[in-house]
């Protein structure tokens, strides 16, 4: 097992990650388009990330802290308005994260682990399931809070103030 880590440091790690993929990608893009009810994809991604590490910090499960954070916030990176009246996005639970994962190795040149998480993030509405304990772990954050966002018992974490008025924010 990997050195403990405080929650300080897992913090300070989800601001690094996201400012990385804020200033080298179109990461910001996200903000544009709303993913449920009222909540940006931004948003939400930054929320599935948050909850990832804290199931992870929560049940002191050891995990590769950076690459399943990166694919926590890069695992809705398909980069459109899924509600728009497009027939490509008609099937958009079962076509985004291939959607997702073709631009994130453009754009964040992913690992493998981060691939997992993209890919197998809507299981079991996709067939495959995740294969890490990272991307097991971004699937069940990533549907907690699609349900917490579309029955509006949405918070904004804490993270987010922290990333949002951070240096590599675009206004």
Request: net charge negative.
């Amino acid at each position: 097992m990997e050195k403990e880590v405080t929650w300080q440091q897992i913090e300070e790690l989800m601001c690094e990650v996201a400012m990385d993929l804020n200033a080298n990608t179109q990461f910001l893009k996200t903000r544009e388009f709303i993913q449920h009810g009222d909540i940006s994809v931004y948003e939400h991604c930054i929320m599935v990330m948050e909850k990832s590490a804290k199931l992870a910090y929560t049940l002191k499960l050891d995990v590769d802290y950076e690459k399943m954070l990166r694919g926590a916030l890069l695992h809705d990176y398909f980069l459109y308005d899924w509600h728009d009246n497009d027939p490509s996005h008609r099937l958009h639970g079962f076509s985004h994260p291939k959607k997702a994962c073709e631009n994130a190795k453009r754009d964040a040149n992913i690992s493998k682990m981060e691939e997992d998480i993209i890919k197998h993030h809507m299981f079991p509405l996709t067939i495959v399931p995740p294969k890490s304990k990272e991307a097991w772990i971004v699937c069940m954050a990533d549907k907690m809070s699609a349900t917490m966002e579309t029955i509006h018992l949405v918070k904004m974490p804490g993270i987010y103030k922290k990333i949002k008025y951070s240096s590599y924010e675009e206004s």
